[in-house]
């Protein structure tokens, strides 16, 4: 199999299923400068489902090697299938160093790339020991705010169970103190996410960082996570979260 032949496929099934209505919204709900089709999270798996059937038996570098022409490939479908692709084959996931983590993240322009990319990717990478804490550190002191939201969410993975973390709570408050002021309303709704992704694991740690930073953390991030500690959801009247 041609990989490139096959991204090709890929992207014109992708395509093939693009909705104009789904299209204007989803640029509404999130802008970027990629192109977006308007497929269905559904529709883009059945996608994906085929990638992974003729990859079944290809190497781990040849996984990279799809993710990398998809991530690529131009389209914000794509770039999805390449960060997730990367999340069921772990194999070619555990490849990946600090260099390919930049490569695969540069871009990345909107919360929905963003968010794909650390829980599926930068965060159990940087779990499993594959990138160094001051690595991440870099990302949270970037000028880019993308990136800085980055370093936020890839700590969801070192403490949500369904992502596979076990907890980790002094890497997770570094990152969360060098990001705790920031003003960026993306990387605010980063901060909170973390923060509530480690109540699970030490809630009297998160309402000790809340009660050291409550006058510098944004109000949403008070508000969220205040709501979290109390009700178990960040917004009461809303499904848990």
Known sequence: MDLAARVEDADQALRGMADPVRREATQGYFPTRMEILGVSAPKMRSVLKGILADLKSRSPADVLEMARL?????THEARQMAFELLDRRKDARAMLKAEDLRELGNGNDNWASVDAFSVCVSGPAWREGQ????????????PDPWWRRTALVSTVAL???SRGGIGDVPRTLQICLALAEDPHPMVA???SWALRSLVGVDRDAVESFLKEKAESVPSLVRREVRNKLKTGKKNPGQPRG
């Not at 998809?70 to 131009?74: A, E, I, K, M, V």
């Open 70 to 74: 998809l991530r690529n490939s131009g």
């Open 159 to 161: 403490n949500l169970k």
């Open 189 to 191: 709704k980063g901060l």
């Open 131 to 142: 990138v160094t804490d001051e690595e991440v550190l870099r990302w949270a002191v970037s």
